[in-house]
């Protein structure tokens, strides 16, 4: 339980210092003060990423350590690389299929208490991490500072992942076992919804 709360508290203190910078830059450009905070906020404006954020925090969770510290450090991480393809235009087909298949897929892991080995679930994590990262990188509004955006993305992607993680410390208890696994179908229910609204 200590390590989720340094966990937590690492976090904290990494969007605290973030915002403090964004406030400082503020008088100077206001793309670049502006672009740091609409990163921080563009994964949370869509249910669709919050799901797989949290699902992948969760199964974290349900595997163990290290899997509970290396996914939620493998996802930001290739997120970024997908973001930067979104950025300079690269083509990525599906991403809005991707998008709701990593919530089907994530959720399902958590549901079933999947138990791959580690490299396994790191693949599957970071392979749809492309498509959220190439999401958010494509919609850099104009006028904003792309490495600022970029950073308050990852940002908030970690938070969700500390989220789910402190969601998945139930996973202990059967009753939590129970609300974990819930929140699993909750999520896979969720990407099916987005799937559908992808492909219609």
Do not use: K, N
Not at 32 to 40: N, R, S
Not at 74 to 93: I, Q, S, T
């Amino acid at each position: 339980m200590m390590r989720v709360d340094r966990r937590s508290t690492r976090f904290a203190v990494l969007l605290a210092l973030g915002l403090t910078c964004s406030i400082a830059w503020a008088h100077e450009e206001t793309g670049q003060a502006a672009g740091f905070l609409t990163g921080l906020v563009h994964p949370i404006s869509g249910l669709d990423h919050v799901l797989a954020m949290v699902a992948v925090g969760l199964w974290g969770v349900v595997l163990g350590a290290p899997a509970i510290w290396v996914l939620p450090v493998a996802f930001p991480l290739v997120m970024a690389f997908g973001g930067l393809m979104g950025l300079l235009g690269f083509p990525l087909p599906g991403v809005e299929i991707g998008i709701a298949l990593s919530a089907i897929v994530l959720g399902a892991m958590v549901l079933f208490e999947a138990r791959p080995p580690l490299w396994v679930a790191a693949l599957v994590v970071a392979f749809f991490a492309i498509f959220h990262g190439h999401a958010h990188g494509r919609e850099l509004p104009e006028g904003t500072s792309a490495l600022l955006y970029s950073l308050g993305f990852v940002i908030a992607t970690g938070l969700l992942h500390g989220f789910g993680i402190l969601l998945g410390v139930a996973h202990r208890w059967p009753i939590g076992r129970q609300f974990v696994r819930t929140g699993g179908v909750a999520i896979a229910l969720g990407g099916i919804f987005f799937l559908w609204r992808a492909v219609t």
